[in-house]
């Protein structure tokens, strides 16, 4: 007997440092007529400007728009994970989330790229560009294990090659090209008859385990996360040792968190002054089209605006040399 077959609809973006012009590019080259729909996870700062949707539209063949919360998800439209909100998916219908960040981030590729595998299934595409760190490859995993595709930017091709460097490492892929060559192949990928299979255990699992399961009936010590679940802990044991235990049953001595908390800040900082890099690239963006629009005097704010943008990663970036310096001695 033939299995049954169904579309592949649903196109999941991360990326962070260098996602601007990445995701521009990979828009420009959808067909408008796309039958899936897109949703795209960029890092942002909270409470940055959110310029990042008009400066998609000026690329994008399909409608772009913020996510919303409640918002129904249709076919041939992109939707963007708004500044210091998780991306999440029920059924047909997508919800902001406020939660915990994860991986240093609000909005987290992996929180979206777990949805996306447990609610969508085989129907998923799971895509991961240029960006630093490692969110989205285990996602991307979880896409993967649920039947879903993964398309990676090719590592030598990308302005910040750790994020797509990770997700090869981590969930591997079914295709490793370009970020040119990348939209014809999603929209083949859509094309596809994918099987009829349900969600894979693994993705529901890996779901799951994003949930909150801390037990409000242990005694948690306020304010100190586990470095590899970030649930509360506890202490446990001899109090002299000061040993500390989450709910999934972490453990960690006080040397350890110390230790996780100078490498947190270290990261910490540095998201930050990529932040304020894409903030800058992204005003020099907006910039270029105002003048080529013909509009000077636009142009001429973006300009001045991205100039103290740029002044303001100078500044951040000798904070953060100075402040993780401290941090490490301080271990």
Same mark, same amino acid.
């Given at each position: ?10 196109? +999941?973006?991360?990326? =962070? ?22 949703? +795209?996870?960029q890092? *942002? ?15 994008? /063949?399909? !409608? ?17 994970? !708004? ?19 994860? @991986?240093?981030?609000?909005p ?6 777990? =949805?996306?595998? %447990? ?36 590592? /030598? /091709?990308?302005?910040?090659? %750790?994020?797509?460097? @990770? ?20 929209? %083949? ?9 349900p ?23 306020a ?8 649930? !509360? ?14 709910a ?7 040397? %350890? ?9 270290? =990261?910490?900082?540095?998201? #930050? ?7 800058? *690239? ?7 089209? #105002?003048? *080529? ?5 636009a ?14 990663? /100078?500044?951040?970036? *000798? ?6 310096e401290r ?5």
């Amino acid at each position: 007997m033939a299995t049954a077959g169904i579309q592949r609809d649903l196109i +999941v973006i991360g990326t =962070s440092a260098g996602g601007v012009d990445a995701v521009s590019t990979l828009l420009a080259g959808l067909p408008a007529d796309l039958p899936a729909s897109v949703l +795209v996870i960029q890092h *942002q700062l909270a409470g940055s400007i959110p310029y990042l949707v008009d400066i998609l539209r000026r690329h994008s /063949t399909l !409608p772009v728009t913020w996510a919303e919360e409640g918002a129904a998800v249709e076919h041939g439209h992109v939707y963007v994970a !708004p500044p210091d909100s998780h991306l999440l998916l029920t059924d047909g219908h997508l919800r902001l989330d406020g939660g915990a960040r994860e @991986n240093y981030s609000r909005p987290s590729i992996d929180r979206t790229f777990r =949805s996306a595998a %447990e609610l969508y299934g085989p129907r998923a595409i799971g895509v991961v560009l240029t960006g630093m760190l490692d969110d989205g490859a285990r996602g991307l995993a979880a896409i993967r294990a649920a039947g879903g595709r993964a398309v990676v930017q090719d590592p /030598t /091709t990308a302005a910040f090659p %750790e994020l797509p460097t @990770n997700a090869l490492r981590v969930a591997g892929a079914d295709r490793t090209l370009p970020i040119v060559a990348i939209p014809e192949t999603l929209a %083949e990928l859509v094309a596809e008859t994918a099987p009829d299979a349900p969600v894979g255990w693994h993705a529901r699992r890996a779901a799951v385990l994003a949930l909150p399961l801390a037990d409000p009936s242990l005694d948690f010590e306020a304010g100190l996360l586990c470095a590899k679940c970030a649930g !509360p802990m506890r202490l446990v044991g001899d109090p002299h040792a000061r040993r500390y235990r989450c709910a999934q049953g972490h453990l960690s001595d006080a040397a %350890e968190i110390l230790t996780r908390a100078a490498d947190d800040i270290e =990261s910490a900082m540095w998201t #930050a002054v990529r932040a304020l890099q894409d903030r800058a *690239q992204a005003l020099r963006v907006l910039s270029r089209d #105002a003048d *080529q629009a013909g509009d000077p005097a636009a142009a001429a704010g973006y300009d001045r605006s991205g100039r103290d943008a740029e002044m303001a990663v /100078t500044r951040a970036r *000798q904070l953060a040399l100075d402040v993780v310096e401290r941090a490490r001695k301080q271990r």
